[in-house]
């Protein structure tokens, strides 16, 4: 009887723990939804981020293990970030042929860089590819636009593979695999043209808009959304899995 009770109680003290986590970092939901909603197309709203987000947080304040080193609101931020982030993916707001037309511009990076043993450049892709600059540098926009979370994707600080090493639960195994496609995938961005490694410096370690981006740069925002998506299409080419490194 007096497991029993024990157990009772200390399964209500969790409860009330939990509890306590998650009125505490409720305002932590909302400054990573509005933060991760500024970065996204305007079809993802605020308001979905963080409902994903308390559900994410709810998790974390429930399996949440303070031995194993990382503090509450480091463990927290991964998990609720990591929801948010599933529940955009499950939404697939980015149209079947934005999907297939970054594919092909990869292929086409591939074709052009492996021919010519070096950088390909706009004008090459676009030929490559048998369209005009113009529509070349549009096909650019739409990807930047609605595959923002690529780069996150494959390792940026808001990414599953940063996630992963920084996740006290995560497989011994796992983490080694999380650490050596990081390693891979900083190669492929120190390999980048200089301009496109500094966007992705400014977008995804300082944090700047294309706006901003553009002010530093001296270039329009447009641009700056073209060179983040040849950015992208270029880092997919390189880790294609035919060319990653072994």
Not at 5 to 22: F, I, K, P, Q, W
């Amino acid at each position: 009887m007096g497991v029993i009770v024990g157990a009772a109680l200390y399964t209500e003290t969790r409860s009330n723990e939990c509890d306590d986590m998650v009125v505490r970092y409720a305002p932590l939901v909302k400054r990573i939804a509005y933060h991760l909603a500024g970065r996204l197309p305007k079809s993802v709203q605020p308001a979905d981020l963080i409902q994903a987000g308390m559900i994410g947080l709810l998790e974390a304040a429930r399996h949440y293990d303070a031995t194993q080193g990382a503090s509450f609101e480091t463990y927290a931020g991964i998990r609720i970030r990591g929801a948010m982030l599933d529940e955009v993916r499950r939404g697939d707001w980015a149209p079947r042929s934005v999907h297939r037309r970054a594919r092909e511009i990869a292929e086409a990076v591939n074709r052009v860089e492996s021919a010519k043993g070096g950088e390909a450049r706009d004008s090459e892709i676009a030929q490559a590819l048998g369209v005009s600059l113009d529509e070349y540098h549009q096909a650019l926009q739409d990807v930047s636009g609605h595959r923002v979370l690529s780069f996150e994707e494959i390792g940026g600080d808001d990414g599953s593979i940063a996630d992963d090493l920084k996740d006290p639960t995560l497989d011994p195994q796992e983490g080694t695999q999380a650490r050596e496609l990081k390693r891979e995938i900083a190669a492929a961005i120190e390999e980048l043209p200089e301009r496109e490694r500094l966007v992705l410096a400014l977008y995804y370690d300082e944090e700047l808009n294309l706006k901003e981006i553009g002010e530093v740069l001296g270039v329009s925002e447009s641009r700056v959304c073209q060179i983040h998506g040849q950015a992208l299409v270029r880092l997919r080419a390189r880790l294609a899995p035919g060319k990653r490194r072994r």
